[in-house]
């Protein structure tokens, strides 16, 4: 069948109904040029004398996924948001809303941000079942900005609206339909069919002709908006005080509760133009196409390679990081084996799945019935007889190499030959744990996050010899159990625990020179990480530092740093969130309180460290110590970056988003650094390391780039990465 041209077009039945199709795959965005389409082809049908009424409808299954991202990315670039179209009074209001003929909207697959404005521009609205309906452009820094701040609370009630807006949720048509969104569900081959009859019954009077912009049925007493409005904002400023687009879209909403909704779409339009220009927006809209780009990896996706089918997993240890990956499995119908080295360690191991599997659904993440089937594809084994038709191994085992190539031999013996090798380590060389091997080509890093069936984050640490093959199948498994896969390179802590590892060591040297860590842990979290270092490691367990700072400073030596706290910690009889008592106390039911006590086995440990200058803590302010724990990890991503580690930037962005909850809205990492400025954090460091030693001795990189007035954004040309791992 011949493509369809990309843009709108309209077709008129012996019925009298013109439809009107938007063209514009994968996803039929509404780019510039469409939205002029639909408005041309709007007008061409009221002019017509053979058109008594309008459906619009979008190709390809899908109505649209909303407004051109793109057209916010060149905003961001240039600066001039006069580029943005006047949509909101111009077509939805003035031309489809107040038009001379009814239209219908009939929506199928999804409708989203403009998308849905569009449909509930219109008349009525119909709807494919399981359709995906939402308004999230709060998630890209913006408000609704075609009227729909105004257009959803007149349709769903105020409340629902907030809620759908604020949490920039996805509704389906059934759930839409019981809200009053959706008129009617119909199925996908009929919709088209009720959709016409649907416009035509208003058009011939047998239906109401309801212009959602004059409705009011649904928005209640002023009173009780002003209640509502109250308990939102107060609600937005603890999910998103960092955020200026929460409060703007319930400054919009009220103003057209209050003055109306021709008032409210006005005030929506001006807080919308504003909004794009934001860091928030800046921020957002780069990690979406960051995150999009992840999944192309030259020579590797761009080869015409097919993933193979994975179907069933052995994963090898049923601890803490073996039972989420297991658990992350089975809830996306892949078969697991899981085997252990005893039937305690596997019935433990079967019951933390179990567990993670029953607590989604006293979430209400899953149903009950899915729940036994999500179980039934579990299956213990203490031996290898299960491992014949295995499509890929996970091993997750305790970080020891001679065990690590123990396994890996005997997998290549007991797994088929197109099984891939694949092990969970987060610290130890790839090469030194397929030595014992001849498949080194199969052998491949799956690391995931603790807990791993919640974080998004896959890394899949390739070697020189790891297959493109082999990549794309586990990219492919990444994406079916949900997980943004990101590929990266091989080296102590690859990308992610790489580059931070200076987070935990950089507030830690603050903590030695002298500055208070619970108001480091503040500011940390005022900044935009869900905790602060202390209380990440209260909750990570000590265990975790002792291990995780040797293999550090053994790899990385030079620029870490070390102290005896951890150590009198544990003598103390502290082991953090796990037995209650850390830098925090913790009870049951109650947030973690700052524990005084603590504070005197710090100024033992700031003692024996002796790096406070002349014995007397430093004096910084609340920026610098934001600076001084993270310019250190900026520091060390540079050298991430020129090692080749990662393949681009905007990889490490979502990397430090997704495995290390770096505040999306700052972008990541290295956005962030660039909004910084890389000579700001060259000199910073440059003027830290002379006054506190080598940690915080600026990378050539970073120093590099600084100089040269260079973002650190920008590609590495192949001649300047030093040692390329990929
Ligand atoms: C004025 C208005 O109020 C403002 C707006 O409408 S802002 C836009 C609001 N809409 C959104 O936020 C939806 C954003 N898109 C999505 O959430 C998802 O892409 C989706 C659910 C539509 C589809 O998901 P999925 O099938 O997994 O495909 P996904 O890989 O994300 O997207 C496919 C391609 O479409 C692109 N795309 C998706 N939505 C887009 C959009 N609104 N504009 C431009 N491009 C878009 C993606 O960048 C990707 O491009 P690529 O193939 O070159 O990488």
Redesign the pocket.
Known sequence: MAKRPVGVTLEVGNDGVAVISINNP??N??AIPILAGIKEKFEEAFKRDDVKALVVFGQGGKFS??????V?GHVHKTGDNSVLPD?SIDLLVNTIGDGKKPAVAAVEG?A????L?LAMGCHARIAAPRA?LG???L??G?I???G?TQLLPRLVGLSKAIEIMLLSKSITSEEGKKAGLIDEIASSSELLNVARHWALDIAERRKPWLRTLHRTDKLGSLAEARNILKMARQQAKQIAGNMPQHQACLDAIEEGVVHGAYSGVLREEKL?KELVLSDTSKGLVHI??AQ??T?KVPNVTDIGLKPRPVKKVAVIGGGLMGSGIATALILSNIYVVLKEVNSEYLLKGIKAIEANVRGLVSRKKLAEDKAEKTLSLLKGALDYSEFKDVDMVIEAVVENISLKQKLFSEFEKVCPPHCILATNTSTIDLNLVGERTKSQDRIVGAHFFSPAHVMPLLEIVRTEKTSAQVIVDLMTVGKIIKKVPVVVGNCTGFAVNRAFFPYNQGAQFLLHLGVDPFRIDQLISDFGLPMGPFQLQDLAGYGVAVAVKKIFASAFAGRTFDSSLIDLLIKSGRNGKNNGKGYYIYEKGSKPKPDPSVLPIIEESRKLANVMPGGKPISVTDREIVEMVLFPVVNESCRVLEEGIVIRASDLDVASVLGMSFPSYRGGIIFWADTVGADYIYRNLKKWSEAYGSFYKPSRFLEERAKRGIPLSAPISTSSATNSRL
Do not use: Y
């Open positions: 994968p996803v965005s509404l996924g909303g407004f051109d991202i793109n916010f949509v999804l989203l941000g403009g998308g404005e995906q308004l999230p452009e998630t890209l913006v609704p900005g075609f729909g919308f979406f196409f999009r780009t999944s």
